[in-house]
């Protein structure tokens, strides 16, 4: 299942984040949250597909748990070329005060 949600002028190029999680099941609970460029973007749990324009991005993902606002949070600036994908794969801690951790599926 996936949830588009495209930006104002958007081109149609996109970034697919798999928001996925080790084994903690408690994580289901806590909606994860998603900033591009510093704007929030509609955010859960799974693949989402995200319009963008070409260039770079810089992408923030972390979530609440237990009143602490940002757990596990991971930062990576990504460059979207002209008509193409870009697959990013975000993965929680196993511990919520360690840093969650961003990656580039190469192809």
Not at 1 to 27: D, K
Not at 53 to 68: D, R
Request: hydrophobic share 40%; charged share 15%.
């Amino acid at each position: 299942m996936t949830n588009e949600f495209i930006l104002p002028g958007a081109s149609g190029i996109r970034i697919n984040l798999n928001v996925t999680m080790y084994w903690q099941p408690l994580y289901y609970a806590c909606k994860p949250v998603m900033e591009i460029d510093g704007a929030p973007v509609p955010a859960r749990w799974g693949i989402q597909d995200i319009s963008l324009h070409a260039g770079t991005h810089s992408v923030h993902v972390y979530f609440p748990y237990l009143g602490i606002k940002q757990c596990g949070r991971a930062t990576m600036q990504i460059v979207v070329s002209d008509g193409s994908w870009t697959e990013v794969t975000y993965k929680a801690p196993i511990f919520v005060f360690q840093p969650g951790k961003l990656k580039i599926k190469r192809k």
